[in-house]
């Protein structure tokens, strides 16, 4: 039986190839995980070490890029907090004189 190949959008391509690269983990066990030909998940890797982007513009992201995104969050959050709360004494300080 013949079947027609899958098309997938590059950023799956990319998601996969960054599971096998950053992530370290196999590309024999991705394949087999996401139901995928091994010979394409490596096509796809060799196509991401050749263009190797800086930031992430993907709508997919891995476990490892996700805890670092999260915590980079957390900690502007908090300066924000901190920024905000010096502002807000600030203007007390500020309005309490008229």
Known sequence: MFTLPKH???EYKEYVAKLVVEEHRVARQV???LELPESTVNHWV???KKKKLGPDQGKYVTPGELSKLEAKYAKEIKALREENEILKKAMHIFTKGQ
Do not use: G, H, N
Request: hydrophobic residues 45%.
């Open 8 to 10: 997938r959008d590059p």
């Open 31 to 33: 394949a087999f995980e």
């Open 46 to 48: 060799a196509a991401y």
